[in-house]
């Protein structure tokens, strides 16, 4: 049973909203719904915020995406999109936003019980991992945090995985096909190389603005991938000799 786990759904028609309603407490999980932005908003913004959101994009009011919007800018909220819009712009924006996951009308309600769980599962802290400390820039695996100069970084978990799997195959150039291979251990089917690009580029913009040298701790390099570069002691990019896997 999922006792502890609350799972809010964001969803105007009421057919769909109570289908999903069933599956989901009968998978014993806590959940509850409510049809419009504002209230989605309120709810992921209160004291007390549910442990995942499955938001649908079109809303009456405030729509979804707003919705993702102004919840990352204050936290990293699991949000799984639930869209009739199936194409790959939409796709493309709801993930440039830090989307979790995303989920195409008409779906399975058994498939999104089953996107719940992977992704709550991928948010599960491990028993063994321990901090990563590359100097100013630390990683909890423990508690999925980073903070840059004892500044915390807010990441969604798709950001955190993909600078997990930099740093731990730092001094080589990762494609983004290898990216995709070694940061996702779930079903990848709503992800492509382009997808890692919009993640990419959401992480460095938050690291950028972390750090107070305006170091770009993620190196681009073209037509292969992307590396992982602390600055050298000295605060300067560090110059390596990248071995591609």
């Not at 769909?16 to 959940?31: E, F, M, Q, S, T």
């Not at 079109?58 to 936290?75: S, Y």
């Not at 195409?104 to 948010?123: D, G, I």
């Not at 802290?125 to 901090?131: D, F, I, M, V």
């Amino acid at each position: 049973m999922n006792n502890n786990q609350r799972i809010l759904i964001v969803e105007d028609e009421a057919d769909i909203a109570n289908v999903v309603l069933d599956y989901l407490r009968h998978a014993g999980y806590d959940a509850e719904h409510v049809d419009n932005g504002n209230a989605a908003l309120e709810r992921l913004l209160g004291a007390h915020p549910p442990d995942l959101t499955l938001l649908d994009v079109m809303l009456p009011g405030m729509d979804g995406l707003e919705v993702l919007r102004q919840t990352r800018k204050n936290g990293d909220a699991l949000v799984i999109l639930l869209t009739a819009r199936v194409e790959e712009v939409d796709r493309l924006i709801g993930l440039e936003l830090g989307a979790d996951d995303y989920i195409c009308k008409p779906f399975s309600p058994r498939e999104v019980v089953a996107r719940v769980k992977t992704v709550l599962r991928r948010r599960k802290p491990s028993a063994t991992a321990a901090p990563a400390d590359t100097g100013a820039l630390q990683l909890d695996d423990n508690l999925s945090q980073v903070s840059l100069y004892g500044k915390p970084v807010p990441l969604t978990h798709r950001e955190y995985r993909l600078l997990q799997t930099l740093i731990q195959h730092r001094d080589r150039i990762l494609s983004r096909a290898q990216m995709l291979e070694l940061s996702y251990d779930e079903d990848t089917q709503d992800l492509n190389e382009r997808s890692v690009d919009s993640h990419i580029k959401n992480l460095r913009k938050k690291l950028r603005s972390a750090d107070r040298s305006g170091h770009d701790w993620i190196r681009s390099v073209y037509g292969v991938g992307f590396a992982f570069e602390p600055p050298d002691a000295g605060g300067q990019a560090r110059v390596s000799t990248w071995e591609s896997l």
